[in-house]
């Protein structure tokens, strides 16, 4: 976590005494945009998925973004009352969508059981967030990046870390309190713009 231009604060999403410690080090900076993003991917099927997986995909991505997002809120309600708003935009997966998950997508799906299962969990983090604070002028929001080229996926995908993260600062440019709660995709390959939970 950087602010601009000299001071980095170093955490471990998944680690709570990190968190807080962070959350102290910012106590009274205002935060206008928070991008939850760490996450981890470990390949599974119906035979192959492990409970150590589940649990450590769990933890760092639905659990980590909860945990830096509620220790972060003092400086997003800062923004909030400061700039009029306030974004928390969450990275997930469109392998987190219950809606998205169909034959046609079993190929993905398939072979993607407990991380698909923790970013769903983070979709819906971030809508009981935007239930639960509609009033605090915070926009909480989910974005699927795509398919993006990254060590994740041993650098299978088909989408430019550049394109996608261009796609959803673009997104992320243009939120309001009427999109909180939203599951946003910066695929274009996908052609909707709004996901199915």
Known sequence: MALSPFKTVQLEASDEASVVEAARQL???PI?????N????????LHSAKKQDFLRQFEVNAVGPFLV?????PNL???AKSH?????????SFLGSLGGNTIENEQFFGHSYAYSMSKAALNMVTRSLSVGL???NIVFVTLNPGY??????????????AESAESMANIVANLSMKDTGKFYNADKQFGEFELPW
């Open 38 to 45: 760490a996450g981890i991917y470990i390949a599974d099927d």
């Open 134 to 136: 509609r009033d605090s």
């Open 148 to 161: 993006v080229d990254t060590d994740m996926n041993d650098h299978n995908g088909y989408l430019p870390p």
């Open 32 to 36: 206008d945009l928070l991008i939850n």
């Open 77 to 79: 309600n800062l923004a």
């Open 69 to 73: 997002t509620r220790a972060l809120l």
């Open 27 to 29: 106590e009274g900076v």
């Open 84 to 92: 009029g708003t306030a974004t928390v935009a969450q990275v997930s």
